[in-house]
């Protein structure tokens, strides 16, 4: 069961203004992983399934989370059936992400009030996802679509909340570019969890990273 309310998830997205996402076959490495963005001032987290028994280090990292850091969400990405979208609501997912619209993937979330955010790219998707009750749409690839079409898009669709994944850094002008269209706030991966020379994270630069990002977003926001 969920511990957070899609309410609560929406708004910490909103707040937090960014969604770190990783996946790592590794528990102990995604342990340190995690308590290097919630060191950083992360307070949710999406955990890809993209790998052979990946809803076991789930579970493992969210018991973790739960016991060690109560306040921080974990939601799963990378779901591509109904299915999947229930077995990670059982091992207590808080949010589900998914790289398409997926009816049954909504049917399956609604039914138990988990967020869910489909990948969109499109005005028609994001129209059928919103008839499904989406909240917050990603957009994926973001770096095929590009800051414009998320300004595109609201400007006849205020109401249209759009979560841009792939092409975010946290560089400051392309944190800028996103944020000043219109975006709800930005997936990040592969340029937040820093890794060095020898290809093993960092988990120090991690953690520094996600603090700048985190204050950047505030920084250009309050402009």
Not at 157 to 177: A, C, F, H, R
Not at 204 to 220: P, S, V
Request: charged letters at 25%; proline letters at 4%; a positive charge.
């Amino acid at each position: 069961m969920a511990r957070f309310t899609r309410i609560e998830v929406a708004q910490k997205m909103k707040e937090q203004g960014m969604v770190p996402l990783f996946y790592n076959a590794d528990i102990e490495v995604a342990k340190k992983l995690l308590d290097a963005i919630y060191a950083g001032g992360a307070r949710l987290l999406e955990f890809t399934n993209r790998g052979d028994y990946a809803h076991e280090i789930f579970s493992e990292l969210n018991k973790y989370a739960a016991r060690s850091m109560p306040d921080m969400i974990l939601g799963v990405g990378s779901v591509t059936d109904g299915g999947t979208a229930s077995m990670y609501m059982q091992l207590g997912a808080n949010f589900i992400v998914t790289p398409v619209l997926r009816e049954d993937i909504a049917i399956v979330c609604n039914r138990k009030k988990v967020l869910w955010s489909p990948g969109c790219g499109s005005l028609t998707e994001i129209a059928r996802a919103e008839e499904l009750g989406c909240e917050i749409v990603k957009l994926f690839p973001g770096s095929i679509y590009g800051p414009n079409f998320i300004k595109s898009v609201r400007a006849p669709q205020p109401w249209t909340n759009i979560m841009p994944t792939g092409g975010v850094s946290p560089d400051y002008e392309n944190l800028k570019g996103w944020i000043e269209a219109g975006a709800y706030c930005v997936g990040m991966g592969s340029k937040l969890f820093v890794k060095d020379k020898d290809g093993k994270f960092d988990y120090a630069k991690t953690e520094n990273t996600t603090k700048k990002a985190l204050t950047t977003i505030r920084e250009i926001r309050d402009k």
